[in-house]
């Protein structure tokens, strides 16, 4: 079992394939043994960085 802290850029890199980290975020999210830790902080300023228009709706869905 793997184990990542996911941070801000983390969750970024994941959401947007122009991000130089993008391929490996997906690999850690595909991973059905990798355990994601984070903390309410870093989805608190995951929120704020996608605030405006669709991207909430981007936000939502990866926190459910």
Known sequence: MSRV???????????SERDE???VAIHFMADPKARILTT?????????????????TVFVALTE
Not at 5 to 15: G, K, N, Q
Not at 43 to 53: D, H, I, K, P, V
């Open 5 to 15: 802290f996911a941070d801000t850029s983390f969750f970024v890199a994941f959401l």
């Open 40 to 56: 309410g902080w870093v989805l608190a300023e995951l929120g704020n960085f996608l605030a405006r228009g669709i991207h909430r």
């Open 21 to 23: 980290h993008h391929a």
